[in-house]
């Protein structure tokens, strides 16, 4: 796990945040700390120790497929930035 | 394809199940809805929404399992598959990565699932295509695409989503086209998907390479996307099969890449070459806790269906029919279902096959109806074999009887009776008729006994002219050579 | 006395008396907003009509009749702005109430006011708020703590009767802490996360904010309880929490580890800390050192796991069904990157870049998997020391207040505010933080927090420890002058 420099850069693109280089810097060295820091995680033996998802092992929680009522069009359209005919609008997707 | 080369083919195909509501949310499935009339805060991926695990959609998706003999997993899990898109509410999809529901498991490719025209050809009968495994994932939206924008329409976004991926067992496009109609055929049993190709139920990627008989090692592979049906993907894959080995002939390399399908053009077109590899970030969804699989097994195992290869050997070794037949009948349920029906009540389970196979199902498709919509009742159809078999009426009657039938959705009784069509067999009626008709043709009788043996069919046809038709043409016959040899 | 400096139980018993009504809370309260609210900044919105009306319809009968309570913008509440002190948020109205707000709303509470908070809950301070931040009422040039610092400086600066709050590595507790009320983590599972904005899912609890031990355990029992639209609620019955409130420590075992008594914790606070355990000793209960020997790990193991699942929880942020949207826009990846940009304060970006890297393609066993692993040693610590105690004690925060801008450029040394609180987290165990004393720094008072740890779903205990505590002291009375710190902050302006 030896990253405490890493590509921030890929790691922007990948999260679709588009950073000034000025901040791929400072964030660069700031993140390379707190990797540092991280790196204490390495003295630790886990080969034989289960990883924690959830702090309770509890399982299978359902519901029935049941119909509960939709919001109406109005509501769900009313956040959107940009919206016509029922749609959300966003910029042309090229597929 | 030209002999010295071997294609492998992969399919990756997607399934609608046909729940009530999501899989995370209770918003109701309705196909062709206005848009974005059936969103909630959960499938809309609104700030604070969590999901809750629709309990059917897993036991559709065990149940796939089951009927492919895959290994349903004691505990799967979901995932987070981290992506982009605008049709993705949350900008990650809850799938599964390392727990799927089911894993290995087999499809068989059934002789009359191939093409009409290939089912002569078949290289490789009873054919398995191994799967590699089954997940369950929730939908993405559907887009709309204008000059300068998109539309996104979130109906569709959550809807349960299988996937289904096999091994790369295919050989050739024919192949390709019995997998997914064996498939969907299955699916269609056990009731888990309507399937339908046309409405996205069923959506279908292939990965398709090829290399020269003697090269051990696989060719480059190609994915195809955009297939909208499954002779669409027969077509595109001979296409693609056919420039692969064009390309490697001309000595091209090829790269591995997306192509799309344009099933007007009949050609594929590349989308994109292969980009840098997707880091998709799976990782558990915390909201989202493990599934043990046993607690609802003994439910499902329950509603394994009758197979519809299963099906076809039992309606051969029961119903005496040919195995032709049998597949044909088995296609579809419904039909299946129909068949049976009136088989159950049938003398001769055989006619009842051959009504159906011939007379019902062309008058279905002049009509344009599915056999749900078949106005004849299963029972009386099988009435209607009946009356013949019983010489109550000629076969020939017996299609009269059946276009009234189909019109008007009455028994066969009821029409026999309204058109006066029941045969005469009373025999002293037919013996009075015939001697009638002897006595009144002298010189067809002078010929018959002269030798002329087929002076008899033209005294046959008096009578049941005579008779407006009614008697029974075996009992006529019968009745006037007796009289004529002087019996 | 102004109705405003009310307790949530000094409150009912005079609203069940028709002694006051629930209006003439709202109105108090109203009032007191408008006098020092713009010193506090405690609030990013409040509606008072809509709060008076709904005052006019409390039923005062209900177990929170007309009480009206702050709720930190990352709680969705129908018809409000759900914002989490972010701009990618802007204009967001949400369409839906959270469980706990239909809880509180038909245990007849009012909810008041969107309160403060570091945006998306990533800060110790509140000065990631995208609207500036809250102030600590007891020292206007120090930071209430964070994230739920506006809740916590609402509560504390009496403009709230009460606050929730959420909870993914102190967030409750040590604003509570620094700003010297009641801030409780329940277990995880025990409240329903349906309508909170996520930060990091496995780890974030909805609490309350208080002014005594009491309120906050009258506001657990309403809010806690399994939830069908949260699979990660437990179907565990929910006690009365007020039952044991009163039964003292006698015969209890508390523990106090080792590893929370270390180097960086402030002189004052520990001497705080230390007093209250002897205090404890005093009432009766038996103190007893533990050890939970991973503490020195929780720090890293948060900060992996916590941004990991932020990096995928903040990604719906994006402009397309709601919030903010960047102009001039050049196609898909110009919109996500743009939007994402100019919508994200710096620090939220900090932990999407960080926990995006944690989960990528070839480090997500080095990083996610090996956190999530050590996160079960950090766990199996607490039920080794519950074995033998009943309850843990320790500081909630290395530090009393620190000053607005002193950690702002170094991330790793604001994350080290959380180091006490984190664990608890981790665990998905209960925790309260509780007055028991003050620092002075510079001439000024600050409050500092006393912890204490209970074991999972055993928050009737903890409650128990707590009040033991607080009804035999008078630290939880003091009252910040605020009038003071308000005139002199007018000066300033």
Known sequence: MSATKFDVRYIAELARIKLEPAEIATFESQLGHVLEHVEKLNQLDVSEVEPTAHSFPIYNIFREDQIRPSLEREAALANAPRQAQGLFIVTKVVE | MKSDYIATIGLEVHVQLKTKSKMFCGCAIEYGAEPNTHVCPTCLGLPGALPVMNLEALRMTALTGLIFQCDVAPICKFDRKNYYYPDMPKNYQISQYDLPICQNGEVPLHDLAYPKDAQKSIKNADKRVRLIRIHLEEDVAKNFHFETTSGIDFNRAGTPLMEIVSQPDIESPEEAFAYLTSLKQALIYADVSDADMEKGQLRCDCNVSVRPSHQTEYGVKIELKNLNSISGVRRALAFEIDRQISALERGEKLSQETRRWDDDRGETFLMRTKESAHDYRYFPDPDLLPVKTEVFMPAVRARLPELPWFKRERFVREYGISSYDAGVLTDDLELSRYFEAAAKGAKRPKAVANYVLNDLLSALAAAGKSVEECPIEPQHLAELTGLIEDGKINSKQGKEVFAEMFASGEAPEEIVEAKGLKQESDIDAIKLLCQQTIEANPKSVEDYRAGKGAAINFLKGQVMKASKGKANPNLVGETLEKLLSGV | MALSSLTVHEALDLLRRKEISPKEIVEALVKRIQEIDGAVHGYLSFDPERALKDAEHADVSLPLGGIPIAIKDVVSVQGHPCGCASKILQGYIAPFDATVIKKLRAAGAIPFGRTNMDEFAMGSSTENSAFGPSRNPWDADRTPGGSSGGSAAVVAA??????????????????????????????????????????????????????????????????????????TTLDEPVPDYTADLDKGVKNLTLGLPKEYFIKGLDPQVEEAVRAAVAWYEKLGAKIVDISLPHTEYALSTYYIIAPAEASANLAR????????????????????????EEGFGQEVKRRIILGTYALSSGYYDAFYLRAQKVRTLIRRDFDDAFATVDAILCPTSPTPAFKLGERTGDPLQMYLADIFTLAANMAGICGISIPCGFAEVDGKKLPVGLQILGKALNEATMFRVANAYEQSTDWHRAKPLFGAESERLKGEK
């Open chain 3, 317 to 340: 942020f994006d402009g397309v069904r709601y919030g903010f949207r960047a102009d001039g826009i050049t196609g898909l990846s110009d919109h996500y990157g743009k939007t994402r």
């Open chain 3, 158 to 231: 009496d403009e709230a009767l009460a606050a929730l709050g959420s909870d993914t590595g102190g967030s409750i507790r040590q604003p509570a802490a620094l700003c010297g009320c009641v801030g409780v983590k329940p277990t995880y599972g025990r409240v329903s996360r349906y309508g909170l904005v996520a930060f990091a899912s496995s780890l974030d609890q909805i609490g309350p904010l208080t002014k005594n031990v009491r309120d906050a355990a009258l506001i657990m029992n309403v809010i806690s309880g399994a939830d069908p639209c949260d699979s």
